[in-house]
């Protein structure tokens, strides 16, 4: 296919085919042509999805082994969403090329609100407690790193400088695709100590049965063990990624910037981080302190007469000059801001003088002009 051809470099190009597959096999699009897949055809895979439950594979499997299948789990309206995704990408690119005349529309599913999962240090002591070692090794590391899963499960020793307390992240291995410096913290370097003799290439390196030697990564963290040990320490629902939502909501109660959270996680925008600002104990603390139940008769009135007394103190106290909203020089105007809560009202009266100065001038202008010697 021309667009896997052409798109065939992008880091998720794996989990973009297992979606193609089930659009072409469940989703009903085997052998039919792109300039008929209408606005009907999508409502009719957008249902399938949503009916073909996400524990499909597991279901199978019981039947057929002559056991009781689990409760189908139906798709969430990401899943649905992230699948609408590829199709729509697939007929724009079709379109771009001329194959054929139109997209038909693709209703995005509306999604719930989730909740961020975060541990408490107490919670998080429990669940290493229940882990097997090598989960419980990645998890500590996870937890003192904030590293992604993938960036755990396959780091190698050669992006580890023991001396220099730091490792990194490559930019082909990071989301943002950029390089990620990593501090090493005491807990992190305590887990790299253990780990040292494990193997020779791998950091965490899991056991195998089969050969009875640890000689490659884990597949999966979020396996059976995990959710076991997840249901024993109270939090059935954790996923291992939780632990880097909880390693950024412990620096942020610490008091660590934004700015530097952002650095230290890896993210492409300060967006992210925004995310964990709620959880900073000095963040809107000041500003929610300025009204108080136990202190109304220090409210202040919002009537008439407070504020022309509030603007006839304003000349008193200069904190920032409002001239130049009136094309003034600021040391001429004598307009200043007593308190935050006085702004407002100051910028309204100047900018209503500046709006009056301006219709006066326009209505100058439009006077008709009277000769000299008249």
């Known amino acids: 296919m021309a667009w896997l051809q052409e798109f065939g470099h992008r880091r998720s190009i794996e ?30 895979i957008m249902a399938a999805r949503r009916d073909c439950p996400v524990n499909r594979r597991a279901i199978e499997h019981a039947i057929a082994a002559g056991e009781k299948p ?54 998080a002591s429990i669940l290493l407690a229940e882990l097997p070692t090598h989960l419980r ?12 899963e993938t960036n755990v499960r396959m780091l190698t020793w050669t992006q580890v400088d023991m001396e ?16 990620i410096p990593v501090p090493l913290n005491a807990d992190a370097l305590d887990v790299l100590h253990e780990q040292r003799d494990q193997h020779r290439r791998w950091v ?43 390693w950024a909501s412990w620096h942020t109660m610490a008091g660590t910037p934004a700015m530097v959270l952002k650095e230290l996680g890896g993210w492409a925008s300060l967006a992210m981080v925004e995310r964990y600002t709620h959880l900073s104990p000095g963040h809107l ?8 139940v ?8 919002l009537g008439a007469e407070s504020t022309q007394r509030d603007v006839g103190k304003s000349a008193q106290v200069q904190k920032k000059s409002l001239g130049w909203l009136m094309g003034l020089e ?28 301006l219709r006066m001038l326009r209505r100058i202008e439009a006077l008709p002009c009277i000769p000299e010697n008249a």
């Not at 603390?285 to 108080?292: E, G």
Request: include cysteine.
């Open 15 to 44: 989990d973009i085919k297992l979606k193609l597959t089930w659009l072409t096999y469940q989703g009903g699009l085997q052998g039919v042509a792109l300039k008929d897949i209408d606005a009907q055809r999508v409502r009719q």
């Open 70 to 123: 689990p409760t189908p789990k139906p798709a969430a309206a990401g899943t649905v969403n992230l699948h609408m995704a590829e199709l729509s990408k697939i007929l724009h690119y079709a379109h771009k090329r001329g194959w054929i005349d139109r997209v038909p529309p693709i209703t995005k599913q509306p999604q719930p609100a989730k909740r961020m999962t975060w541990l408490t240090p107490e919670q």
């Open 137 to 148: 090794q990645m998890a500590r590391f996870a937890l003192s790193t904030g590293l992604r």
């Open 164 to 179: 220099r307390r730091t490792a990194w992240i490559h930019a082909d291995q990071a989301k943002a695709g950029k390089n």
């Open 204 to 246: 965490f390196p899991v056991y195998r049965r089969d050969t009875k030697t640890a000689d490659a990564p884990t597949g999966k963290i979020c396996n059976h063990a995990w959710r076991k040990a997840c249901v024993r320490a109270g939090v059935p629902e954790l996923r291992f990624h939780d632990l880097r939502h909880t």
């Open 285 to 292: 603390a000041a500003w929610a302190d300025r009204v108080s």
């Open 294 to 301: 136990s202190n109304l008769e220090q409210v202040p009135e």
């Open 330 to 357: 600021p040391t001429t105007t004598g307009i200043t801001i007593l308190t935050e809560r006085h702004s407002a009202v100051l910028t309204r009266i100047a900018v209503s003088i500046k709006n009056k100065h």
